[in-house]
């Protein structure tokens, strides 16, 4: 009789890998989590119910093979779960380090709903993909033939990268422009190094390079140069993500010291990389010394707190107008967060910001939950009475992100729109109302989820290539 090798959840319990201690880690921007060893990786595995009906592939954007790896890894056959993993997922090591598992794969784990923890999906996911990388499994992007057809990509986020990678190994010629100086977008100035360490993603970027895929950087795509892209390429994909902070309109929000979640960000990543940050260096996008309250709930907030932290703060305070089960962001990293000395403010709204010519505190408002919004969720109501003021001389703004007006800075008027200021695309394929132009990511979604960007990026390459077969058989014709 065969050895039983799965559904062990019931005689093993569930186990993370190893964070690094609370205090060593405020000193800098390492990942805090360990490598699970071989032994552990397949001893956690094997706790997969292997279910008929498997909810974490299902509740997975990409629909990863999630149950037939995590045998493939219990069995010891790591290179062939590395290589099912990769079918469907471009970069698996990346989704296992950020992608919010408790709200998707793990948060949908049979074994879960039945009291026996979930699987840890993402740190299998990180160990088999990493090990990858070490062992020379990741092979260079090798077309088997060449295509003559070109696709220009603007945005090198996870939807534009995702997408230049289906495409090029199909043999199509890419060129991806994007504004900044490294490719990678949010994945290299928007998510902190610990939880995503940028040299994860730069050997991602070089695979693509040495691949073929051509990158136009420091490029930043107004009317002419869009309509240059599209005269040049076959087909287009805009992949630009979502970067326009919203904003609070209220008395003393253009006090100095108050300041955009994006922004406090990237002069930290670029900071971390080496680069002359002047926003930085003048103390004004520094948290050392100073009293810092994040406003929002959120992961974008969950990096800033995090981020203040190591950069030094005096205190950082995190104020979120509902309470903690109602919170946007992953509960797994407030958690991290709290470790680290962060003080969550839960059912508190700002009212104005105080100070003179710099801001000196916030007049916060307390609430309570009431009766469900439009949405379910309980809605806040004002307790009256009951504002207080919190000390501050470093505010950030992390309340979401909205488009641009690409219509007008591209003088594009029949890019369509929809009332949101998102591209109006096709679900699926990303094709939008004008002739060979594609969308993808946060501008199509609003602002999303890394791994619904990639799978967005992959369909749309599909359907670029299905559309190309198309023109090349009507030729034939």
């Known amino acids: 009789m065969a050895k039983q090798v799965m559904l062990k959840f019931v005689q093993i319990d569930r186990d993370m890998p190893g964070k690094r201690d609370a205090d060593a880690r405020r000193g800098d921007f390492?990942?805090?989590?360990?490598?699970?060893?071989?032994?552990?990786?397949?001893?956690?595995?094997?706790?997969?119910?292997?279910?008929?009906?498997?909810?974490?592939?299902?509740?997975?954007?990409?629909?990863?093979?999630?149950?037939?790896?995590?045998?493939?890894?219990?069995?010891?056959?790591?290179?062939?779960?590395?290589?099912?993993?990769?079918?469907?997922?471009?970069?698996?090591?990346?989704?296992?380090?950020?992608?919010?598992?408790?709200r998707l794969c793990e948060g949908n784990c049979v074994i879960e709903q039945s009291g026996h923890e979930t699987v840890t999906i993402g740190a299998v996911e990180k160990y088999i993909t990493d090990l990858a990388w070490?062992?020379?499994?990741?092979?260079?992007?090798?077309?088997?033939?060449?295509?003559?057809?070109?696709?220009?990509?603007?945005?090198?986020g996870p939807g534009g990268l995702a997408a230049a990678d289906v495409l090029r190994r199909a043999?199509?010629?890419?060129?991806?422009?994007?504004?900044?100086?490294?490719?990678?977008?949010?994945?290299?100035?928007?998510?902190?190094?610990?939880?995503?360490?940028?040299?994860?993603v730069m050997r991602r970027n070089d695979?693509?390079?040495?691949?073929?895929?051509?990158?136009?950087?420091n490029c930043d795509v107004d009317a002419d140069i869009f309509t240059a892209i599209r005269a040049e390429h076959d087909a287009v994909i805009i992949a630009t993500g979502v970067y326009k902070s919203r904003d609070l309109e209220m008395p003393g929000t253009r006090l100095q010291g108050i300041e955009k979640a994006i922004d406090f960000l990237t002069s930290s990543n670029r900071k971390s990389f080496g680069d002359e940050v002047a926003d930085f260096e003048s103390g004004r996008m520094n948290a050392k010394g100073r009293r810092v309250v994040v406003?929002?709930?959120?992961?974008?907030?969950?990096?800033?707190?995090?981020?203040?932290?190591?950069?030094?703060?005096?205190?950082?305070?995190?104020?979120?107008?509902?309470?903690?089960?109602?919170?946007?962001?992953?509960?797994?990293e407030v958690t991290n967060a709290e470790e680290e000395g962060v003080i969550f403010e839960w059912l508190r709204s700002p009212v104005r910001f105080l100070g003179d010519k710099a801001v000196s505190g916030v007049m916060v408002q307390k609430m309570r939950l009431g009766a469900p919004?439009?949405?379910?969720?309980?809605a806040p109501e004002v307790i009256e009475g009951a504002d207080y003021v919190e000390k501050a001389d470093l505010v950030i703004k992390a309340l979401g992100f909205e488009p641009e007006d690409l219509p007008s800075l591209w003088d594009q008027k029949e890019l369509p729109v929809t009332n949101w200021g998102?591209?109006?695309?096709?679900?699926?394929?990303?094709?939008?109302?004008?002739?060979?132009?594609?969308?993808?990511?946060?501008?199509?979604?609003?602002?999303s989820l890394v791994v619904w960007a990639i799978r967005d990026g992959r369909d749309c390459a599909g359907a670029i290539l299905r559309q190309f077969d198309v023109n090349t058989t009507k030729a034939a014709e």
């Open 373 to 378: 919004d439009a949405s379910g969720r309980q």
């Open 171 to 200: 043999g199509v010629q890419v060129t991806v422009y994007d504004r900044h100086d490294r490719a990678g977008g949010l994945l290299m100035y928007g998510i902190p190094g610990f939880k995503l360490e940028k040299d994860v």
């Open 422 to 447: 998102t591209v109006r695309a096709e679900y699926n394929s990303g094709a939008t109302g004008m002739s060979g132009v594609y969308a993808v990511g946060d501008i199509v979604r609003g602002a």
């Open 134 to 156: 070490e062992k020379g499994w990741v092979q260079p992007i090798a077309p088997a033939q060449e295509r003559v057809e070109s696709v220009g990509i603007i945005g090198a």
């Open 295 to 332: 406003i929002g709930g959120g992961d974008t907030a969950m990096d800033c707190v995090r981020t203040s932290i190591r950069q030094g703060a005096v205190s950082v305070k995190c104020l979120y107008r509902r309470d903690r089960a109602n919170m946007p962001g992953s509960l797994r």
């Open 207 to 217: 695979q693509l390079a040495e691949g073929g895929v051509e990158f136009v950087l």
């Open 30 to 102: 390492g990942e805090i989590y360990a490598e699970f060893a071989e032994a552990k990786a397949a001893e956690q595995a094997s706790r997969c119910s292997q279910c008929g009906v498997p909810y974490c592939q299902t509740h997975c954007p990409l629909h990863n093979n999630i149950p037939d790896w995590l045998k493939l890894t219990t069995e010891g056959r790591l290179r062939e779960a590395y290589e099912l993993s990769q079918l469907t997922n471009t970069f698996p090591e990346i989704c296992g380090r950020i992608c919010p598992q408790d």
